[in-house]
């Protein structure tokens, strides 16, 4: 035993010195904060992945009920007297139709409640009271802009002295997510369809928006952000309306 304990040295004897055993921790810290680091970064990038889909899903479902409906505005094969557009303002729209073809108009009206950010939909049917239903077809909404395009060649507004001109609407939706996300800052200027913009560098004309739903920021100051943590998506959408005359 003698012989083999003056074989080993001083050192091996005593296993790990101070600094190998620093050296060790260091490295072993290094590498756990580099495995913390893309854990935190992969949850991350799960959070803005599903708050987009999120978005875009509450955008889908809600566009494309107004567009079906919307679209069949004034349709009327009974010769019930439907008129098509009987109410169009920037943020709500009144229309009616035939779609069951019993000889009587169903009405449907889209409007966005600023004070609950939702776009509300209601539905009556004279032939069929019970029928009758209010609805939220989105939440999370921003803003909403119905745009008009008329059939006697003025250009497309959104306040139509005559609603029964309308034959087609582009519509602007601002959607939002749920969360805020304290990693983001949202410092996009967003317009909708009525207030076109000046190609960049020149600055954003927010003059356009002053009074309306869309004035974020309640100022004219070439800026219409929230600068705040939430994501948004913008979604522009143009419905032509078969029944009435564009096109027909
Ligand atoms: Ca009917
Ligand atoms: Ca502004």
Known sequence: MDRLRSLLTKNELQGFTVVELMITLVIGSFISAGILLALTSQNQSYIVQGQVAEMQQNLRGGILLIQKEMRLAGYDPEGAGCSGFTSATPTSAVFDMDSDRDGTCETYTYSYIQGTREIQRIFSD???????????????????????????????????????????????????????????????????????????????????????????????????????????????????????????
């Not at 989105?138 to 029964?164: K, Q, R, W």
Request: a negative charge; one cysteine or more; hydrophobic letters at 35%.
């Open 126 to 248: 004279p032939a069929n009271p019970s029928t009758a239903s209010t609805s939220i077809v989105a939440d999370n909404i921003d803003g909403v802009e119905f745009l008009y395009i008329l059939g006697d060649g003025t250009p497309e507004t959104t306040t139509p002295s005559n609603p029964a001109d309308v034959e087609a609407v582009r519509i602007t939706l601002l959607s939002r997510a749920k969360q805020p996300d304290r990693h983001f800052t949202n410092s996009t200027n967003y317009f909708p369809a009525s207030c076109p913009q000046p190609a960049s560098p020149a600055l954003p004309d927010d003059s356009c928006v002053a009074g309306t739903v869309w004035d974020f920021d309640g100022v004219v100051d070439n800026k219409n952000s929230f600068d705040d943590n939430y994501r948004r998506r913008l979604l522009f959408s143009m419905v032509q309306c078969r029944n009435l005359k564009l096109g027909i």
